[in-house]
């Protein structure tokens, strides 16, 4: 894949125009099969490795991998907030200021850990959703957008897919090396 194409390597996101019931099993397992996906995607590869960019200017695994964890933190807080609140405002975060922290030098174990935590709760919750639960909604202050919980599993199941094909994508190409 070129640098362009790694930008994007499954597509921008586009939300469904209509939610299936198949759509959305089809999301939760997305999560729930991410954290697996995304340790088996990095095994072998020594600290030095990880600190490969997905593409030129782009983060490294290592950033991809925090990112994910953190990523993930937010929204199982904007989820739980949109069922405990009316249409809560959430509150956005500077992601590209977050990836460089100290703490997105470390191992990525911790944050492979976290992610494994944050989608056993995820999958608890949807799993238990109602047809009412799924309508519920926060809104982004940024774009000023209500977003449904439907619409959130959509976004979160392809940024799950989107940040795994940058690590396989990249791993691809160390491993031809």
Known sequence: MTDEQMKYPIGKFAPPASFTDEDILIWIDDLRTLPGKL????TGLNYQELDTPYRTGGWTLRQ???HLADSHMNSITRFKLALTEKNPVIKPYEEADWALLPDYRLPVESSLKML????IHMVALFESFT???WERSFVHPASGDTVSLKK???LYSWHSRHHLAHVTETVKKLVKV
Do not use: T
Request: proline share 0%; charged share 25%; net charge negative.
């Open 64 to 66: 991809v991998i925090h």
């Open 131 to 133: 047809e009412n639960e």
């Open 39 to 42: 340790r088996s995607a990095i």
């Open 116 to 119: 494994e935590g944050i989608h």
């Open 152 to 154: 959130g599993l959509a």
